[in-house]
C-alpha cells in the first residue's frame, strides 16, 4: 500500500490528511490539537513533509501513523 500525505498547515485551521495513494481514500487525519501536540514534542517536520524522497516520505507517514493510534489509545478522562 502507499499513501500520500496532505498537509494544509498554513491555515487558521490547519490538517493534516493520510490518504490511500490508489483510492483516494482518508485514513488517518490529524487536526490542530494533534499537529500542536507534533509540533511541540519535535515530531512534526515540514521539510520531511515536503520531501519527494520515497524513504523519509515512508517514515514520516509511519510515524503519523502510530501518533494516530497512541492518541486513539489513550485513556480518556471522566469527569464524575
Given at each position: 500500500?502507499?499513501?500520500?500525505?496532505?498537509?494544509?498547515?498554513?491555515?487558521?485551521h490547519?490538517?493534516?490528511?493520510?490518504?490511500?495513494?490508489?483510492?483516494?481514500?482518508?485514513?488517518?487525519?490529524?487536526?490542530?490539537?494533534?499537529l500542536?501536540?507534533?509540533?511541540?514534542?519535535?515530531?512534526?517536520?515540514?521539510?520531511?513533509?515536503?520531501?519527494?524522497?520515497?524513504?523519509?516520505?515512508?517514515?514520516?507517514?509511519?510515524?503519523?501513523?502510530?501518533?494516530?493510534?497512541?492518541?486513539?489509545?489513550?485513556?480518556?478522562?471522566?469527569?464524575?
Amino acid at each position: 500500500m502507499t499513501y500520500l500525505i496532505d498537509a494544509w498547515l498554513d491555515r487558521p485551521h490547519p490538517y493534516l490528511r493520510i490518504l490511500h495513494r490508489e483510492t483516494g481514500e482518508v485514513c488517518a487525519v490529524l487536526h490542530e490539537d494533534a499537529l500542536d501536540e507534533l509540533r511541540d514534542q519535535g515530531d512534526l517536520d515540514v521539510i520531511s513533509l515536503s520531501s519527494c524522497e520515497p524513504g523519509i516520505q515512508k517514515e514520516m507517514v509511519r510515524n503519523l501513523f502510530l501518533f494516530c493510534y497512541a492518541r486513539a489509545l489513550r485513556p480518556t478522562l471522566e469527569l464524575h
